[in-house]
C-alpha cells in the first residue's frame, strides 16, 4: 500500500521534475532545494512582517484600517510588503507540501532520517498558526469567518471552561486584550518557536543547505513582486460581528480544513488532522522498513585520514583519539544511530581498493549489508557475462529506477546501496583489468539522492575534484555518468547506452584507420 | 534561450498557483436568504441538594479557617436547554455541568441555521432537576434578517435570556 502511494509520489514528482531540470538546470532546479526555498520565503514574510508591524494597530477597532491604510494609502510599500507577505506566506506552504510529498517518494525518511521528518510534523502545524493568525488579525470578513471557526475548533479540545466562540458573537463581548494576544502569538511567540523548530529539523544533517541558490531566490522574489503588483492582497469588508458572513475568498493554502468544520464538526475535524499528523510521525517506523547493519571500522586497515566522516552526509562518523597503539592521531568512530547504511563513507575511504592481493580486501571501514569485497566479486561475475566488441558495465544505485530499465534491458549492472559507495579505485580495476571496455554510471541526479550527496561525491571524485580522485591513467572518455539532470544527460538510459557504444565504435574505427 | 523561456513559464505558472489559490475559489457557507442563530452561553445550575445549617457542635470540629455557617451539596444539576422557531426545535439538550465533580457552570455554544423571515423564538431551561416544565423561559417575535447573526444569551444577575 505504502508502496502503491511512493510510486505515485514519484511518479508525480517525476512529471515536475524533467521540465524543471530543464529550464533550471541541476544546480537551481527548485525541486532539490524545497527545505532551502521554504526558509528563504520565511525570511520575506519576516522582514515584510516588520514593515507591517510598524503601521498595525494590535486593537479590534484600529487593526482593519490600518491594514486599510497600509494597503491603500501606502500601496507603494505598505501593500506591497501586505501581499509579499501573503504570496510568501503561501508558497512556503506550497514549497512544504511538495517537500513532504518528496521526502516520502524517496523513501528518505526512516533510519536516522527519523528524527528530521518527525520534527518536521510540529513545524508544520506552527507554519498553519502563523498564517491563520495572521489572517486573524486583518479583521475582516475573512478574519470573523477565521476567529469564530478557529474558536470553534478550540472549543472541542475540553481545556477550556468558557466557549471561545461565544466572544466573537458581539462585539461588546471582544476585548482588545485578546486581539493584544492574538498579536504577539503571531509576531513573537510563534515566530521564536519556528526558528527553533528549524534548527531542530536539520540538526542532525551535516551540511544543510539553508539558502537557496540566489538566482533561484532572486527569480522567486521577482516573481511574488510582480504577482504583488499586478494583484495586491487586499482585505474583504470589515468584521461585523452582527452579521453572519455568508461567504468569503478563503487562503485554500491555509485555510482547507476550514469548510471541514462546518460540513463534519470540529471534532471530526481534529481527528483527521491529529489522526493524519500521528501517521505521519509513525511513518518511519511503518513496514516496509529495513534495519541493515550500521557501516564498519576496521582499525587495521583505518589510518585516520578523516575522508569518510567528511564526506558522511548525516555526521554518523567522528574522528576520535586512536584507541589501538597505531601510529596515527586518529580513527573513525561510527555511530550506529545516526547511520543510514549508504556506504557514501566506503566510496570515501583510500584503502577500499580492488587491487589489493595480500589478504582479504577489507578497507578502513565498510559496509556489512554490501562490503568491498562482495562488490569486488559481484563485478567480477558481473563482468564475466559481458561479450561482444563494446562491452559496457553499468553500475546503479539500488534507489534509481535506471538499475531495473538496464536490467529489463539485458545489460549488465552492479547495484550498490548508493553510487557513492563506488570508490573510484573499482572503476580503475574495471577498465585496466580489461573487464570491460566502458562504464556507465547512472543513478539519482544530484539534489534527489536518496542519501542526499552520493552522486554529488562522485562526480567530484571521478572529476578529480574530490578525494579519493580517479586515477589520471584512466581515460575519462570511457566513463559515462548519467545522473538524471545533469548537463550531460542527454536522454533516457538506453539512449545515453547507445551513445557511449557509438563514442566506442568512433574510438575504435579511428584507431584502425592509421593503421590501414 | 529555451531555458530562459522554461523559467519564465515556470514563474508563471508559480504565481498564478499562488495568486489564484489564495483568494479563489470563493466559500459560501451560508446561503443569501439565510440568517444564524446562535446560543451561547455560561450559567451555573442549581445544587443538587439544599444547603443545611451547622450546629455548633460541627462547626467546631472543623478547621477555623473552614468554618462556614452553611454546608451546600458540591454538585450540580444538569441543564436542559431548548430552543424552538414557530415548533421547530433548533437546538434540544441536556448540558451536564463543567468540572470533575460537575460542580461548574454549564456552557454552551451552539449555531443553527435557518431562513430569514418573520418566528416566533422560544427558548426555554430546566436547570433545577425537575421534571414539570422550564425553569426559565422566554417567547419573543423576531424579524430576522437575511444575513443576520442572532445571539441568545442568559443574564446570570437578572436569571433571563437576552436576545440581540
Known amino acids: 500500500m505504502l508502496l502503491f502511494f511512493q510510486k505515485i509520489a514519484r511518479a508525480s514528482l517525476g512529471i515536475l521534475h524533467r521540465p524543471l531540470a530543464r529550464a533550471f538546470g541541476p544546480v537551481e532546479n527548485p525541486l532539490n532545494h524545497l527545505g532551502a526555498l521554504i526558509i528563504f520565503f520565511c525570511w520575506i514574510v519576516l522582514i515584510s512582517g516588520i514593515w507591517l508591524l510598524i503601521f498595525f494597530h494590535t486593537s479590534v477597532s484600529g487593526a482593519f484600517e490600518s491594514v486599510e491604510y497600509l494597503t491603500h494609502e501606502q500601496w507603494y510599500l505598505g501593500g506591497i510588503m501586505r501581499s509579499l507577505h501573503r504570496y510568501a506566506s503561501d508558497a512556503a506552504i506550497l514549497a512544504l507540501f511538495v517537500h513532504i510529498v518528496k521526502e516520502f517518494a524517496f523513501d528518505t525518511y526512516r533510519l536516522k532520517r527519523w528524527f528530521s521528518w518527525v520534527t518536521g510534523v510540529p513545524l508544520v502545524w506552527m507554519l498553519f498558526t502563523l498564517g491563520i493568525t495572521g489572517y486573524w488579525l486583518v479583521w475582516d470578513e475573512l478574519a470573523q469567518y477565521v476567529a469564530i471557526t478557529s474558536a470553534e475548533l478550540l472549543d472541542r479540545i475540553p481545556i477550556f471552561t468558557d466557549s471561545m466562540a461565544g466572544n466573537f458573537l458581539i462585539e461588546s463581548a471582544l476585548s482588545d486584550r485578546f486581539f493584544t494576544l492574538m498579536a504577539f502569538l503571531h509576531l513573537v511567540g510563534l515566530p521564536i518557536f519556528l526558528v527553533f523548530g528549524i534548527w531542530l529539523h536539520v540538526f542532525r544533517l551535516s551540511r544543510p543547505a539553508i539558502n537557496p541558490p540566489r538566482r533561484l531566490m532572486a527569480g522567486t522574489l521577482l516573481c511574488m513582486l510582480v504577482l504583488s503588483f499586478v494583484f495586491p492582497a487586499v482585505s474583504q469588508d470589515k468584521a461585523n460581528l452582527a452579521q453572519a458572513t455568508q461567504a468569503v475568498n478563503l487562503d485554500w493554502f491555509y485555510l482547507h480544513a476550514y469548510p471541514l468544520v462546518q460540513q463534519w464538526s470540529p471534532g471530526y475535524v481534529w481527528l483527521l488532522l491529529v489522526g493524519i499528523s500521528c501517521v505521519i510521525c509513525f511513518a518511519p517506523w511503518l513496514p516496509p522498513g529495513k534495519i541493515a547493519e550500521p557501516a564498519i571500522v576496521d582499525l587495521d586497515n583505518c589510518n585516520g585520514c578523516q575522508r569518510c566522516a567528511d564526506d558522511c552526509p548525516f555526521g554518523a562518523i567522528q574522528m576520535q583519539p586512536r584507541s589501538d597503539g597505531a601510529n596515527y592521531d586518529q580513527e573513525a568512530v561510527v555511530d550506529a544511530d545516526l547511520c543510514t547504511r549508504c556506504g557514501i563513507c566506503v566510496g570515501a575511504c583510500p584503502t577500499a581498493t580492488p587491487f589489493r592481493t595480500r589478504g582479504d580486501l577489507v578497507p578502513g571501514i565498510d559496509l556489512p549489508e554490501l562490503t568491498a569485497a562482495d562488490l569486488r566479486k559481484t563485478i567480477n561475475s558481473v563482468a564475466a557475462t559481458l561479450s561482444g566488441d563494446y562491452r559496457i558495465l553499468s553500475f546503479s544505485c539500488s534507489g534509481s529506477t535506471t538499475a531495473a530499465t538496464l536490467k529489463k534491458a539485458g545489460e549488465a549492472v552492479v547495484e550498490l546501496k548508493c553510487m557513492g559507495q563506488l570508490p573510484p579505485p573499482f572503476l580503475d580495476y574495471v577498465l585496466s583489468r580489461d573487464l570491460a571496455d566502458a562504464i556507465l554510471m547512472t543513478g539519482c541526479s544530484d539534489g534527489r539522492c536518496r542519501y542526499r550527496f552520493g552522486t554529488h561525491w562522485t562526480e567530484d571524485r571521478v572529476t578529480r575534484k574530490r578525494d579519493p580522485r580517479l586515477r589520471r591513467r584512466i581515460d575519462e572518455s570511457r566513463i559515462c555518468r548519467a545522473w538524471q539532470d545533469l548537463p550531460h544527460y542527454q536522454g533516457n538510459v538506453q539512449k545515453q547506452l547507445a551513445t557511449l557504444r557509438a563514442s566506442l565504435r568512433d574510438s575504435s574505427d579511428s584507431n584502425e584507420e592509421p593503421a590501414a | ?164
Open chain 2, 1 to 164: 534561450m529555451s531555458r530562459v523561456l522554461g523559467q519564465c513559464v515556470t514563474y508563471t505558472a508559480f504565481a498564478a498557483v499562488i495568486g489564484l489559490l489564495s483568494v479563489w475559489p470563493e466559500y459560501r457557507m451560508l446561503s443569501q436568504q439565510d440568517a444564524i442563530i446562535s446560543l451561547s452561553f455560561s450559567h451555573a445550575a442549581e445544587r443538587v441538594g439544599e444547603c443545611r445549617q451547622l450546629t455548633q457542635e460541627e462547626m467546631n470540629e472543623l478547621p477555623p479557617n473552614m468554618r462556614k455557617p452553611n454546608a451546600c451539596p458540591r454538585e450540580r444539576h444538569s441543564a436542559y436547554v431548548e430552543v424552538r422557531a414557530d415548533n421547530e426545535v433548533l437546538f434540544a439538550e441536556t448540558l451536564l455541568p463543567s468540572g470533575l465533580w460537575q460542580d461548574g457552570k454549564i456552557n454552551i455554544y451552539h449555531r443553527s441555521t435557518l431562513p430569514a423571515g418573520k418566528y416566533q423564538l422560544f427558548i426555554g431551561m430546566n436547570d433545577s432537576g425537575g421534571n414539570a416544565g422550564f425553569d426559565y423561559e422566554h417567547t419573543a417575535n423576531l424579524q430576522i434578517a437575511p444575513g443576520q447573526n442572532l445571539v441568545i444569551g442568559f443574564d446570570n444577575l437578572t436569571n433571563t435570556f437576552v436576545v440581540e
